[in-house]
Nanobody
Framework: EVHLVESGGGLVQAGGSLRLSCTTFGATFDDYVIGWFRQAPGKEREGVSCISSRERFVGISDSVKGRFTISSDNTKNTVSLQMNSLAPGDRAVYYC?????????????????????????????????WGQGTQVTVSS
């Protein structure tokens, strides 16, 4: 079982930046893909970005590509999301979540493959453990 705690949310003006952090507890950090998701009022939760440092994999949504950057610090069991050029449309509760590596990666013979059958690189359905969320508000 893995527990996750988010921090770093807040209020910024459009064009500003925030850095979110997700710290994991109770599991081997590198055994998981860690992802960031967001949910705006009245909308479905969507994947933003996800990472596995062991598999050297980064997934990112087209909606934030070029503005957001995900990174992993194994010494702190922490995954961060640097958010730049924030816009009012980025306002949401941001969640981090963990998915078992086996939900993303498998091997056929000596070849490692990623399950990329989903239309998005960080499918919500693959993530079983979730943090409580942190609010990000962007004013115009």
């Amino acid at each position: 079982e893995v527990h996750l705690v988010e921090s770093g949310g807040g209020l910024v003006q459009a064009g500003g930046s925030l850095r979110l952090s997700c710290t994991t507890f109770g599991a081997t950090f590198d055994d998981y893909v860690i992802g960031w998701f967001r949910q705006a009022p009245g909308k479905e939760r969507e994947g933003v970005s996800c990472i596995s440092s062991r598999e050297r994999f980064v997934g990112i949504s087209d909606s934030v590509k070029g503005r957001f950057t995900i990174s992993s610090d194994n010494t702190k069991n922490t995954v961060s999301l640097q958010m730049n050029s924030l816009a009012p449309g980025d306002r949401a509760v941001y969640y981090c979540a963990a998915a078992a590596l086996s939900r993303f990666f498998y091997r056929v013979g000596d070849v490692r493959r990623r399950d990329d059958s989903s239309p998005t690189p960080c499918p919500t359905s693959k993530f079983a453990s979730w943090g409580q969320g942190t609010q990000v508000t962007v004013s115009s």
